[in-house]
C-alpha cells in the first residue's frame, strides 16, 4: 500500500501527490486524540508531535494487520476461500474509512471535501486501499501455491 503511494506521487505528482495525507499527520491525529477529536482545523496547520511518523507508522501497520484479520474472518465465518478478487474488492471497501472516520476527525470533511485537496486525497486513498487488497490477494495465493496458511483449502475459492 505504502509503496503503491509513494510511486504514484512520485510518477504522478499533479494526480497524485498531496500534503494533506502522510504517517506523520496520522501520528498526529493519533497522539492527539488525548483533547477529543478535531474537526474544526486542518491537521496540517497543528504542531508536530514528538515521534509521530513512528505513532503513525505503528497506527497504520496495526490497523492494516486487524483489518486483515476482520477480512479473512470474515470470508470463514461465510464459508469462503480468500482470493485475489474478493481481497482487492475488501481493499476497495475499506477506502470509506478514511472517507468516514480519518479525514473529517483530520478536519477535512466528510470524504476531504475542505481540505482543498480532495480530488488527490480520494484518488490516493482509493489507489493505496486497493493496492492493500491486492496485497492480501497475492499473499493468499502464495500461502495456497506453497500449500500452507489460509486458502490452502479449495472450496469455493475464485
Given at each position: 500500500?505504502?509503496?503503491?503511494?509513494?510511486?504514484?506521487?512520485?510518477?504522478?505528482?499533479?494526480?497524485?501527490?498531496?500534503?494533506?495525507?502522510?504517517?506523520?499527520?496520522?501520528?498526529?491525529?493519533?497522539?492527539?486524540?488525548?483533547?477529543?477529536?478535531?474537526?474544526?482545523?486542518?491537521?496540517?496547520?497543528?504542531?508536530?508531535?514528538?515521534?509521530?511518523?513512528?505513532?503513525?507508522?505503528?497506527?497504520?501497520?496495526?490497523?492494516?494487520?486487524?483489518?486483515?484479520?476482520?477480512?479473512?474472518?470474515?470470508?470463514?465465518?461465510?464459508?469462503?476461500m480468500p482470493?485475489?478478487?474478493?481481497a482487492?474488492?475488501?481493499?476497495?471497501?475499506?477506502?470509506?474509512?478514511p472517507?468516514?472516520?480519518?479525514?473529517?476527525?483530520?478536519?477535512?470533511?466528510?470524504?476531504?471535501?475542505?481540505?482543498?485537496?480532495?480530488?488527490?486525497?480520494?484518488?490516493?486513498?482509493?489507489?493505496?486501499?486497493?493496492?492493500?487488497?491486492?496485497?492480501?490477494?497475492?499473499?493468499?495465493?502464495?500461502?495456497?501455491?506453497?500449500?500452507?496458511?489460509?486458502?490452502?483449502?479449495?472450496?469455493?475459492?475464485?
Amino acid at each position: 500500500m505504502d509503496a503503491s503511494m509513494f510511486v504514484a506521487s512520485r510518477l504522478a505528482p499533479k494526480a497524485l501527490a498531496t500534503e494533506k495525507i502522510g504517517v506523520h499527520l496520522i501520528g498526529r491525529w493519533v497522539g492527539g486524540l488525548e483533547r477529543g477529536p478535531r474537526r474544526d482545523s486542518d491537521i496540517t496547520e497543528a504542531p508536530a508531535i514528538p515521534g509521530e511518523v513512528a505513532l503513525g507508522l505503528a497506527t497504520h501497520y496495526v490497523t492494516g494487520m486487524a483489518l486483515t484479520q476482520v477480512y479473512f474472518a470474515s470470508l470463514e465465518r461465510l464459508g469462503l476461500m480468500p482470493g485475489p478478487v474478493k481481497a482487492t474488492a475488501f481493499g476497495v471497501a475499506t477506502s470509506v474509512l478514511p472517507l468516514l472516520i480519518m479525514y473529517p476527525s483530520m478536519g477535512y470533511g466528510f470524504a476531504g471535501r475542505h481540505s482543498g485537496d480532495a480530488r488527490r486525497m480520494r484518488a490516493m486513498m482509493l489507489l493505496g486501499h486497493t493496492a492493500f487488497g491486492t496485497g492480501i490477494g497475492l499473499c493468499t495465493l502464495a500461502c495456497r501455491a506453497r500449500g500452507r496458511g489460509r486458502g490452502a483449502a479449495s472450496r469455493h475459492s475464485e
